[in-house]
């Protein structure tokens, strides 16, 4: 079974850009997760979609944002770069919606630099 | 605020059990405890988690105390690919069920 797939693995971007990160969850699996792991703040987490409707979100600003499609892939976006925004980004994926017992997985992150 | 807490930091030597202890003092009666792992420049790997049982599957076991306060993730017979950060979460219902991450553990493997 695939895991959680990533895509792009590496990207660069300047200031002021904006970017989206694309993310195809486990077979079967309809809740999807986003993450930002930096070295000072640890992971911390965006939201999370489920049944195309987002059900949780972290204290992110509104320059982050996400949606799901229908087949459950889900993307990230992130408008009007900042150099802070320099992180890993991970994408977890789970059978169940947060509130339930069901893990989440994680796909190896997209690791979005700015200049 | 993350609401376990972990040592920064252990080292165990290849094919012991490696024992890294989990505090959570102020868990709630229906949080559970997770445990994941994550290898440089990978994502976070799903290990094992439990709600008040003990716990075991093909990678770890899961101790988890009678008052629920404290956990124990155990690697059986520990090899150097198990060298990783090991964190130690628990779903916090007031989050609504997200999963608040510390520091975690940096176990070290030695030959």
């Known amino acids: 079974k695939a895991g959680v797939t990533q895509t792009p693995r590496y990207l660069i971007k300047t200031r002021g850009q904006q970017v989206t990160l694309s993310c195809s969850p486990i077979s079967g699996h309809r809740s999807v997760s986003w993450y930002q792991q930096t070295p000072g703040q640890g992971l911390q987490f965006l939201f999370e979609?489920?049944?195309?409707?987002?059900?949780n979100k972290g204290n992110f600003p509104g320059r982050f944002s996400g949606r799901q499609f229908s087949n459950s892939r889900s993307e990230m976006n992130v408008s009007t770069l900042e150099l802070g925004d320099s992180a890993l980004y991970l994408c977890a994926s789970s059978l169940a919606p947060l509130g339930t017992n069901q893990p989440q997985h994680f796909g190896d992150g997209t690791r979005l630099s700015i200049l | 605020d993350a609401k376990t807490t972990q040592p920064p930091s252990m080292d165990c030597a290849e094919g012991r059990a490696a024992n890294l202890p989990c505090n959570h003092s102020?868990?709630?009666?229906?949080?559970?405890v997770y445990w994941y792992r994550q290898i440089h420049s990978q994502g976070p790997q799903y290990i094992i988690h439990g709600l008040k049982n003990n716990e075991t599957n093909e990678m770890a076991s899961l101790i988890i105390t009678e008052d629920r306060k404290s956990s124990t993730l155990i690697l059986p017979h520990a090899t150097l690919r198990d060298t990783a950060v090991y964190y130690c979460?628990?779903?916090?219902?007031?989050?609504?069920?997200?999963?608040?991450w510390g520091a975690g553990t940096k176990l070290i493997i030695k030959p």
């Open positions: 979460i628990v779903r916090v219902v007031e989050s609504n069920y997200q999963l608040i």
């Open positions: 102020t868990i709630s009666g229906n949080e559970y």
């Open positions: 979609y489920f049944s195309e409707t987002q059900r």
